[in-house]
C-alpha cells in the first residue's frame, strides 16, 4: 500500500529562479529540501571546498593532532584500529597514508568480523601490548569501548578515538540522558554534545579526512617559510588523493548528502573519475565501469559492496590491500576477487532473504517488528538480509543469526521506529549493542530471543500509517512541460541519495498504447504513452514488471496487461493510469531524444 504526499512547500519560485537563473521548477525541489536562505541555495548549487568546515571545530582535535605530531617526532609505535565495512577500510587507508606521509611508525588491524566482532576489544588492546604499541588510533569505532580504552591506558598504550557514532548513555528517570564516554587522550567525535562541529552527520571516513587535514596543517605550521613553500604542493596531492576515499565512505556508509556531505560526495565523484588509485581504478574496471559518469549509484550499489563483502566474507584486509595497491596488474587481480566474494554474498543473500521472508509469512499475524532466527545465515549478511525484508513489507526488522559463542544479529528500522532508542529500553538482554535510529546490531544469549522478540513488540507504539509506504511528490508537471534544458538543470542538484532523493515527477491520465520487456533479464519494459494532448514518449520502467502486469490485468483486464507485455497485438482502449517519473535523455547512435522513467503508478 502506497500513499502519495505532494510537497506544499512555499516560497517565491519565479523569484527564485530569475536570481539564480534556474528554472521554477528546480527552485521548487531545492525548497523542499529545506534548503531555504541565500546562502544554503548558493553552497547548494554552488558550493565548493571552501563550503566545508575546518577539522578544528572539531572536539578534541587540537590535542590529538599535538599528540601525533609529538608521537612521530619521538618514532613511538601507533597501530590504526579500524573496522570492515566500506567506512572503516577507507577511514583505516586514510589514516595510515596520511600518517606514513608525515613518517610515521605506524601499522593497522582491522577487525575480524566472526573472529572479533566490531571495534576495538581486549584481545586487540592485550595484543597491540605485546608488540609493544604505544599509541593506539580508533577510526570508525571506539566511542562505545569504555572498558576496552580503560585497559589500553592500564597497559600505558594511549589512545585517540576518532568516530562517528552515537553516544552511550544511560536514561534518567525524568527522562533526560547521561552521555559517557571513554578515558582517552582524544575523543574526535561530531555528536559529542559539547563538540562545536557545525554537522554531525559526517562518517567515519570523513573525521578521518579532518584529522589528516588538520595533521598537515599543524605539520606544515611548524616548518620554515621556505620549506613549506616547497612542500606543501605535495600535502596538497595527498589529501586530494584521500579526500575521494571519505566520498567513498559517505556514500558507502549511506550518511545522508546534506550540507558539506553533498559537497564532499560531488568533488569527490569528479575525482575519481580520473583516480589515482590503482585499486580504486582496478575496481571500477572489473565492474565493467572504466570511463563512465561516476555517480553515488554506483557507489552503493557496484562498487561499494564489493568493498563490503571483504570483510562479510572473508577478511576486510582484503580490501584495504586493494586500496593501497601501486601495481595495476596485482590490483586487477585483487579487484577480481572482491568481486567475485560479492556475486557469491549476493547469492547467499537472496537465499536469506528468501528464507526470512517464509518465516514472517508462515505466521498468523505479522508483527510491528520483525523479528526473524535464521541460525544458518552468515552472520555478515544479517544487515543486508534485514534491509531487503524491510524493503518488501515496511516494518523494522531484525536479523538474527548464530555467532560463535552467540546470537548475533543487526537490525534495519522505518522513519517511524528509533532502533537504537528502543534496544536501550532492553540493553538487559544483550552482551552487546550498538548503532542509531535506522540501523543496529547486537549479540545476546539464545535463551533471551524470545524474550527480546515480546518486550520490543509490546512497547511497540507503531500504528498501520507508519508501515504505509510514502511516496514524495517534489512537482506534478506534466510530461510536456519536459525539456532538454530542464534535464541539463536537474543535474545541479546531483548527486542523488539518502537525505537529496532524486526529484519525482507526477503527471495524470496518461494513457497507455502499447509495449515490450526487454533486458537481457528481461527485468525491465518500454511503453509507449500518450498524454491529454494526445502527444506521445517513451516510458520505461525498472520496477517489480510481475507485480505491475497483475495491477494492469486487475483494473483493464488479461488482454491489456499481454498488450503491454508484447505478447498479442489486439489493442485494448482506454489503458489510462496516473504516474510518478524522473525525466531522463536517451542517446542512440548520436541523436538524443526525451525519455520518461515511471517509479510508481496507479
Known amino acids: 500500500m502506497t500513499k502519495w504526499y505532494v510537497a506544499a512547500k512555499k516560497a517565491d519560485f519565479e523569484e527564485i529562479g530569475k536570481k539564480y537563473h534556474i528554472d521554477p521548477v528546480v527552485a521548487r525541489i531545492i525548497r523542499n529540501r529545506d534548503i531555504i536562505s541565500d546562502q544554503e541555495i548558493e553552497q547548494f548549487l554552488y558550493g565548493g571546498k571552501d563550503s566545508l568546515h575546518s577539522p578544528f571545530l572539531l572536539k578534541d582535535m587540537d590535542r590529538a593532532v599535538e599528540a601525533v605530531i609529538k608521537a612521530v617526532a619521538e618514532r613511538e609505535k601507533i597501530r590504526i584500529i579500524g573496522d570492515y565495512d ?43 601490548h605485546r608488540d609493544g604499541i604505544q599509541w593506539i588510533i580508533t577510526c570508525d569505532n571506539g566511542i562505545a569501548a569504555a572498558e576496552q580504552i580503560a585497559l589500553a591506558e592500564q597497559l600505558g598504550i594511549r589512545v585517540i578515538i576518532t568516530d562517528h557514532h552515537e553516544i552511550p548513555f544511560e536514561k534518567n528517570a ?23 562541529y557545525p554537522f554531525q552527520g559526517i562518517c567515519g571516513a570523513v573525521v578521518a579526512y579532518k584529522f589528516i587535514e588538520a595533521l598537515f596543517e599543524r605539520v606544515l605550521e611548524k616548518k620554515t617559510q621556505e620549506d613549506r613553500a616547497e612542500e606543501e604542493p605535495g600535502y596538497q596531492k595527498v589529501l586530494e588523493e584521500l579526500f575521494e576515499f571519505a566520498a567513498f565512505a559517505t556514500v558507502g556508509d549511506v550518511m545522508e548528502l546534506k550540507e558539506e556531505n553533498r559537497i564532499i560526495v560531488k568533488l569527490g565523484l569528479a575525482l575519481m573519475q580520473h583516480s589515482k588509485n590503482a585499486g580504486l581504478r ?29 570483510g562479510r566474507l572473508d577478511t576486510a584486509e582484503h580490501a584495504l590491500a586493494l586500496l593501497e595497491e601501486n601495481d595495476a596488474a596485482e ?53 543486508i538480509v534485514a534491509g531487503r525484508v524491510r524493503e518488501k513489507y515496511g516494518h523494522p526488522v531484525f536479523i538474527l543469526t548464530d555467532g560463535e559463542d552467540a546470537v548475533k544479529g543487526s537490525g ?55 508501515f504505509e509506504e ?75 514488471l510481475a507485480s505491475f502486469f497483475s495491477f494492469v490485468e486487475e483494473k483493464f483486464g488479461k488482454e491489456a496487461s499481454e498488450m503491454l507485455q508484447g505478447v498479442q497485438e489486439k489493442k485494448v482502449e482506454n489503458i489510462c493510469m496516473n504516474v510518478t517519473y524522473y525525466p531522463s535523455i536517451n542517446e542512440f547512435r548520436g541523436r538524443k531524444s526525451l525519455q520518461f522513467v515511471m517509479q510508481y503508478y496507479c
Open 282 to 310: 582496478a575496481l571500477m574496471q572489473v565492474n565493467g565501469l572504466e570511463g563512465a559518469r561516476l555517480n553515488a549509484y554506483h557507489i552503493g550499489f557496484v562498487l561499494g559492496p564489493c568493498l563490503n563483502a571483504s
Open 470 to 544: 510514502r511516496v514524495h511528490i517534489d512537482v506534478p508537471m506534466p510530461f510536456s512541460y519536459v525539456t532538454m534544458s530542464l534535464i541539463e538543470e536537474l543535474s545541479l542538484l546531483e548527486p542523488f541519495g539518502n537525505g537529496n532523493p532524486k526529484p519525482l515527477f507526477a503527471d495524470r491520465n496518461i494513457t497507455f498504447l502499447s509495449g515490450r520487456i526487454m533486458g537481457k533479464n528481461k527485468n525491465a519494459a518500454r511503453f509507449q504513452v500518450q498524454d491529454t494532448h494526445g502527444k506521445r514518449y517513451e516510458l520505461i520502467y525498472f520496477g517489480n
Open 174 to 196: 525524568d527522562g533526560s540522558k547521561s552521555y559517557s564516554l571513554p578515558k582517552a587522550l582524544a575523543v574526535i567525535d561530531p555528536k559529542q554534545e559539547d563538540c562545536g
Open 331 to 383: 590490483a586487477m587481480r585483487l579487484a577480481g576477487e572482491l568481486k567475485r566474494l560479492n556475486d557469491s554474498r549476493k547469492d547467499m543473500t537472496l537465499k536469506g532473504v528468501e528464507a526470512a521472508c517464509e518465516m514472517i509469512e508462515a505466521k498468523e499475524k505479522m508483527e510491528d517488528v520483525l523479528i526473524v532466527y535464521l541460525p544458518e545465515c552468515h552472520e555478515s549478511l544479517a544487515g
Open 412 to 466: 534495519r528500522s522505518i522513519e517511524a521506529y528509533d532502533m537504537y532508542a528502543e534496544m536501550n529500553c532492553c540493553k538487559d538482554l544483550f552482551l552487546k549493542f550498538g548503532g542509531h535510529k535506522m540501523a543496529a546490531g547486537l549479540s545476546m544469549k539464545r535463551e533471551n530471543v524470545k524474550e527480546f522478540c515480546r518486550r520490543l513488540n509490546e512497547k511497540s507504539c507503531l500504528t498501520a500509517e507508519d
Open 86 to 128: 566500506i567506512d572503516g577500510v577507507c577511514a583505516t587507508h586514510v589514516l595510515r597514508r596520511g600518517f606514513r606521509f608525515i613518517g610515521a611508525d605506524v601499522d593497522t588491524v582491522i577487525p575480524h568480523r566472526v573472529k572479533d566482532g566490531y571495534g576495538i576489544n581486549e584481545h586487540l588492546i592485550e595484543e597491540a
